[in-house]
């Protein structure tokens, strides 16, 4: 069974969402359905007012890795392959016009199409330092939770929204504590004084 390891998260009207898995996969394959979904999400973007800050991935083998990258308007694809049967592939999305769980979702199926026919356990790091709900995950059907994501809670995988999800899929709760922020120093120019 393969781990996809996803993190979502708000910063200030940002939505930023990251997906991270290591499959034993064709490269060419991979970078295709990469390059597809991505030129495929600039469209829903396009269509839905959503603005993509930065959607990019990479694609790991080896000691070398190819970085596709869009800000909305076509996928640019730079880097070789390296030798190795495991691709670490992992796709990062900044957007900005709609919900954190909508963003989730979108970037979860980016993943789940490279990963299509595989088992999949779907690991979410919420981001919320302060949450501490064992069945954590996210689903944005329009509900507030506690924490002050737009998602609903879950007990034991199920979904009380009655919507068919995927059925090869188990979803594990991750909390992860955060790191201290690294602060900069102040700046002071020359001539500024306090």
């Known amino acids: 069974m393969l781990k996809l390891e996803m993190r979502g998260r708000t910063h200030d009207e940002a939505r930023v969402v990251s997906a991270q898995f290591k499959v034993e996969a064709d490269f060419e394959s991979v970078r295709d359905a ?21 959607l990019k991935a990479y694609i790991k083998r080896g000691d070398e890795a190819v970085m596709l990258s869009t800000t909305g308007y076509g996928v640019q694809v730079k880097g070789e392959p390296g030798e190795g049967a495991e691709l670490d592939v992992g796709i990062d999305s900044i957007t900005y016009g709609s919900t954190l769980g909508v963003a989730e979702q979108r970037l979860e199926a980016i993943a789940r199409g490279v990963l299509a026919g ?12 302060e949450c501490t709900d064992p069945s954590h995950h996210h689903h944005d059907h329009g509900g507030e939770c506690s924490c002050g994501h737009d998602h609903e809670h879950h007990d034991h995988g199920e979904c009380s929204c009655g919507h068919e999800h995927a059925k090869n899929v188990i979803r594990v709760p991750v909390r992860v504590v955060k790191k201290p922020l690294k602060v900069h120093p102040r700046m002071v120019w020359p001539g500024h004084e306090e």
């Open 34 to 54: 990469l390059v597809k979904a991505m030129e495929a999400e600039c469209e829903w973007a396009e269509a839905n007012d959503v603005i993509i800050g930065h």
């Open 118 to 129: 595989r088992d999949i356990e779907v690991n979410w790091d919420c981001g919320d330092p």
